[in-house]
């Protein structure tokens, strides 16, 4: 890359003078750009009148930065900025809608910062050489500027839904235990129809990522699942603590649910986010048996090794009812599996391909084409099987298929560490 030019920062100087001295103006047309092209932020005449300060402040800033050489890492952002960042939380204004607000005014700011420049009448390699650093220095000041706005939104948001779900938390509880509920009371009171179905949810982050986002974060998978789902409501969503959640999403009369569609979402959107749901329910009924079958499953996600992103209640549903004591559960499957038991790649091997000829109705042909495999090498491995179990895989059908299914979901939590 070529030298700077030795006067663009004096030429930059200039032109943000010649700026600033519209200032009002610039503000004003920057601020009112953004909120036409941003239809999110439109409607609150308070946030709008934030959206103005913040506008107006970070306009400034940026000329004072052209104007005086200013190093980036001296400045600390304008204060009408992290108070829009957190009006915007409190009110469930996306963080994209923030973001692109950002990017959108720097784009309209330096439209009048090129035009004055364009005025200068310099000669072509200085012109090019201040557009250079107009544009270095503004996008330097703005990606560390959206960064500190990130994490004040970011924060807020976790403490406003704590704050404002206080209440609806402990309605949901009383919801939860009492037998007779008052609809014309608790419905309100939730902002949620409780006479529809529903399915529960739980979504929780395995560690707090120190970032203070998490609750944001579980808030915004959870509304993205009702959206991939198309429910005709908003998810009821609880915080329970920093990393936990539980939700209830309403799908009116609908009474059916794609899993595939519902682990698609959870495993693009973050990977880091579990997800745990039961079946689906109706009414009150229904309220408290969805949320209680995705609570045994996330109790049964807890100690799964590797964690699973999702799981259903539908298919770990025996696992989730008899892992009360995973010691015990432990010592059951070994007792069923014997020394197919064991955490290695050809116990593994042995142990998927029984469960799916048990799951085909004992069928050599099916599973050779569920695995991709010659019949050859499905008998073989059946026979095999066989050897090590000390028994005929169809002799014991029920309980191992059980217990394969509950290695298929807990991993090496249940397994014999493989001998050296």
């Not at 400034?60 to 001296?74: G, V, Y």
Request: net charge negative.
């Amino acid at each position: 890359m070529a030298a700077e030019h030795p006067e663009a920062a004096k030429q930059l100087s200039v032109v943000a003078g010649n700026v600033g001295s519209h200032l009002p103006e610039v503000s004003r047309d920057v601020g009112q750009y953004v909120i036409a092209e941003i239809p999110e932020l439109r409607g609150d005449a308070t946030v709008i009148k934030i959206l103005q300060a913040s506008v107006a402040e970070n306009v400034a800033t940026l000329l004072h930065i052209f104007e005086n050489d200013m190093p980036l890492d001296k400045i600390e952002g304008p204060s009408a900025a992290f108070e829009y960042a957190r009006r915007l939380a409190q009110r469930g204004i996306s963080l994209s809608a923030m973001v692109r607000a950002y990017r959108i005014g720097h784009w309209r700011f330096l439209q009048w910062c090129l035009d004055e420049l364009n005025r200068q009448d310099a000669d072509e390699d200085l012109a090019t050489a201040t557009n250079r650093r107009m544009l270095q220095v503004s996008f330097g000041y703005i990606d560390r500027i959206t960064e500190h706005v990130i994490v004040v939104y970011q924060q807020e948001r976790d403490h406003w839904l704590l704050s404002q779900t206080a209440a609806r938390a402990a309605r949901v509880r009383d919801i939860l235990t009492e037998k007779d509920v008052d609809l014309k009371w608790a419905e309100p009171a939730l902002g949620y129809r409780l006479q529809q179905h529903h399915l529960g949810l739980m979504a929780w982050l395995p560690t707090l990522t120190g970032g203070g986002e998490e609750l944001a974060r579980l808030h915004r998978i959870t509304n993205e699942i009702g959206q991939e789902l198309d429910c005709p409501a908003r998810p009821l969503f609880v915080p329970r603590d920093a990393v936990l959640s539980w939700a209830w999403l309403p799908f009116g009369s609908r009474n059916d649910v794609s899993w595939k569609q519902l682990s698609h979402v959870v495993e693009r959107s973050d990977p880091s986010v579990r997800v745990c749901a039961g079946c689906m329910g109706y009414g009150i009924e229904g309220f408290r048996s969805t949320h209680r079958q995705a609570v045994r499953t996330q109790e049964l996600a807890a100690v799964a090794n590797p964690a699973p992103q999702f799981t259903n209640f539908s298919h770990v549903g025996p696992i989730a009812l008899m892992a009360t004591n995973v010691d015990d559960m432990r010592a059951w499957v070994w007792g069923v599996l014997g020394p197919l038991a064991v955490d290695d790649e050809n116990s593994a091997r042995l142990r998927e391909t029984v469960r799916i000829f048990l799951g085909t109705g004992c069928s050599y042909t099916a599973t050779a084409s569920a695995q991709i495999l010659h019949k050859n090498t499905v008998q073989y491995r059946i026979r095999k099987s066989e050897e090590i179990l000390g028994y005929p895989v169809q002799q014991e059908h029920t309980d191992l298929e059980v217990a394969l299914l509950a290695v298929e979901y807990l991993g090496s939590t249940l397994l014999r560490v493989s001998p050296v």
